[in-house]
C-alpha cells in the first residue's frame, strides 16, 4: 500500500536509485520524512546525553560550558551533519556511510568505515543503556531494592536490550511509531523541565551563562583532573554537546526504509541535529540556571543533576519527569538497536562479516525487518555490557574507557566518506549531487571544518582521565592493518560497482519477490 502523499512515482524513483546501486528492496519502505527525521531525533536525545553527561559541563567552566559551549560544540557536529547530508541525498541506502567511503573512495576505506561505525554503533548502544540503567538506579532504584551493583546493572540492560530488540523484531511501521511517539514525548518532557527548572529556581543569575570559573579536579567532583587552563577546560567541555549531538546516521542507516530518501534523508540529518541543539541548549541553561548554588553544585559531581532536582523540585513533578525521562532513554537505546542492526545487515549483505554474512544479511519475509541482524547486535552489546561491567584496566573500568573511544570511532566512520567525497565531488566516482545540495563550494567548506572538528574531538576525547582512548585507537588500527592485508584484502569485495550492478538484475527480482515487494 502506498502511503498518503507518496505516489506511484515516488516509489518507482526510489526503487531506481537502489536498484541502480545493486541493491533489492527487501526492507519495507514505509517510513515517513518525520519517521526519519524522529529516529535521529530520538538517538541523539538530549534527555540521555545532555542529561546523563551534564556534569562535564559544571565539572569543567560551569556555566559558560551550557551558555557558550554547548553552541560551539553543536556546531562542530552541525558541520558533520551538512556534509553527511549532501552524500546521503546522493547515495541512499542502509548502512549509508560504508557505501559512501566504499564507492568514493575503495573497498578498504569502506570495510574500515563499516567496522569503526558498528564499533561505535554497538559500544555506544551500551553506553546508553548502561546511562538508562544508572539513571534508574538514581531515581527508582531503592523502591526496587536495586544499588547498582554490576550484576544488577547487566541485568537491568539485558532486560530492556532485549525489549529494544523485540520492538525492532516486529517491523519498522512499529518502531517507527515508537521512535515517533518518542521525538514528541522527549519535546514534551523537554519543555516540562525547562518551564520547571526557571519557576523552582530559588533565584535566576543569568551571567552564569557566560562566566568562566574553573571547576577542574575536587571543585567539580573529579569530573576532569584539576588544570590552570580555561582554555583548555573549555575544550574538554565541549565533550557534552559532542558526545550527546550524534547518532543523526540513523536516518542514513534507514535510507531503504524512508520514503523519497534522497530528499527525507538529508533533510532528517540537518533538522534533527538543528532542533536538538536549539533546544538542549536552552534546557541546559535552564538546569544551569536552577542550580541553588554553581560551586556547591559542581562539586556534586556526576551527581549535580539529581541533586539538583532533589533541592528545587517537587516530588510529584520530580518523579513525572523522571519516568518520562526514563522511557525517552529507553527508547533512545530502541533507535540505536535500529541504526546498528542496519549497519550490520548492509555490510553483512556484501559479505563484510568474516563469518554469518549470509545469516546477518536474511530479512524476514513476514515482518521486512533483518531479524537475525537485530539480535546479533543485542547480543554482542550484552556482551560488551557485562565486559565493561566487571573488568578494568589499570584501576579505570572498561566502560569509562570504550565510552570515549566510541566517540573517536563513530566521528573517524563520519570523517571518512567526508573527506572522500570533498575529494570526489564532480568527478567520474560522484558526477552528479543529489537533489538535496549545497553546492560544490558550501559542501567542500563544511568537509574542511569537519577535519577541523575531528582533531578537536580526537583531541579533547583521549585527554586524562580517558587517555587510555589514544592506546585503544592504536590498537584498533594496528589490528585492522594486521586483519586487512592478512586476511581481509583477499577475502571482501565490497559493494557492487559497475558491470556487477547489471549482473544482479535477477538476483533482485527475485529477493524482492521473497520478501513480497511488488515493485512498480
Not at 577535519?451 to 578537536?456: E, F, H, K, Y
Request: hydrophobic residues 50%.
Amino acid at each position: 500500500m502506498i502511503a498518503p502523499g507518496y505516489t506511484d512515482i515516488d516509489k518507482k524513483e526510489d526503487l531506481k536509485v537502489l536498484h541502480g546501486m545493486g541493491y533489492a528492496q527487501e526492507l519495507s519502505r514505509s517510513m515517513s520524512r518525520f519517521s526519519n527525521f524522529a529516529i535521529s531525533f530520538s538517538i541523539i536525545c538530549i534527555l540521555s546525553g545532555g542529561i546523563n553527561s551534564f556534569a562535564q559541563a559544571t565539572g569543567s567552566i560551569g556555566g559558560a560550558a551550557a551558555g557558550i559551549g554547548w553552541i560551539v560544540g553543536c556546531c562542530v557536529s552541525a558541520c558533520f551533519a551538512l556534509a553527511m547530508a549532501q552524500i546521503a541525498s546522493a547515495f541512499p541506502t542502509a548502512g549509508g556511510l560504508y557505501h559512501w567511503s566504499s564507492i568514493l573512495g575503495n573497498r578498504f576505506t569502506g570495510w574500515l568505515t563499516a567496522w569503526l561505525n558498528l564499533l561505535g554503533l554497538i559500544t555506544v548502544l551500551g553506553a546508553i543503556n548502561i546511562g538508562t540503567a544508572f539513571f534508574f538506579v538514581g531515581t527508582f532504584g531503592s523502591g526496587f531494592g536495586i544499588t547498582g551493583t554490576p550484576g544488577e546493572i547487566v541485568g537491568f540492560v539485558t532486560f530492556i536490550t532485549v525489549l529494544q530488540a523485540v520492538f525492532n523484531h516486529f517491523g519498522i511501521r512499529l518502531t517507527a511509531m515508537l521512535t515517533d511517539a518518542s521525538g514528541f514525548l522527549i519535546l514534551g518532557a523537554t519543555a516540562v523541565l525547562i518551564v520547571a527548572c526557571l519557576v523552582f529556581a530559588p533565584a535566576i543569575d543569568i551571567t552564569r551563562l557566560w562566566t568562566f570559573t574553573n571547576y577542574s579536579g575536587d571543585a567539580g567532583g573529579g569530573v576532569f583532573p584539576q588544570s590552570d587552563s580555561m582554555s583548555y577546560l573549555f575544550l574538554l567541555c565541549l565533550l557534552l554537546p559532542v558526545y550527546t549531538i550524534t547518532g543523526y546516521d540513523a536516518s542514513a542507516h534507514t535510507s531503504e526504509e524512508t520514503e523519497k530518501a534522497a530528499h527525507s534523508v538529508p533533510q532528517a540529518i540537518v533538522s534533527s541535529v538543528l532542533w536538538s541543539s536549539l533546544i538542549g541548549w536552552v534546557m541546559l541553561c535552564a538546569i544551569v540556571l536552577a542550580i541553588p548554588d554553581l560551586a556547591a553544585g559542581a562539586k556534586q559531581g556526576w551527581n549535580v543533576f539529581f541533586a539538583t532536582m532533589d533541592a528545587i523540585m517537587p516530588v510529584w513533578l520530580k518523579t513525572l519527569l523522571y519516568l518520562a525521562i526514563l522511557l525517552s532513554q529507553f527508547l533512545c537505546g530502541l533507535a540505536t538497536v535500529t541504526s546498528a542492526s542496519r549497519m550490520l545487515f548492509a555490510f553483512s549483505r556484501d559479505g563484510g562479516m568474516p563469518f554469518g554474512s549470509a545469516s546477518l544479511a536474511k530479512v524476514s519475509p513476514t515482518w521486512r525487518t533483518p531479524v537475525n541482524a537485530i539480535w546479533t547486535a543485542a547480543v554482542l552489546e550484552i556482551i560488551y555490557v557485562f565486559l565493561a561491567q566487571f573488568i578494568s584496566i589499570g584501576g579505570t573500568n572498561i566502560y569509562t574507557i570504550v565510552v570515549n573511544s566510541t566517540l573517536v570511532f563513530l566521528f573517524l566512520s563520519f570523517i571518512i566518506p567526508i573527506v572522500l567525497g570533498m575529494m570526489t565531488f564532480g568527478t567520474a566516482k560522484w558526477p552528479n549531487p543529489g537533489p538535496w545540495n549545497l553546492g560544490a563550494g558550501l559542501f567542500k567548506l563544511f568537509c574542511v571544518l569537519s577535519v577541523v572538528g575531528m582533531a578537536i574531538i580526537f583531541y579533547i576525547a583521549i585527554q586524562p582521565p580517558n587517555d587510555k582512548v589514544l592506546y585503544i585507537t592504536i590498537g584498533f588500527i594496528g589490528l585492522t592493518a594486521v586483519l586487512w592485508f592478512g586476511f581481509e584484502n583477499r577475502r571482501f569485495q565490497g559493494p557492487p560497482i559497475g558491470d556487477q550492478i547489471a549482473k544482479r538484475k535477477a538476483a533482485i527480482a527475485a529477493a524482492e519477490l521473497a520478501v513480497g515487494e511488488t515493485g512498480y
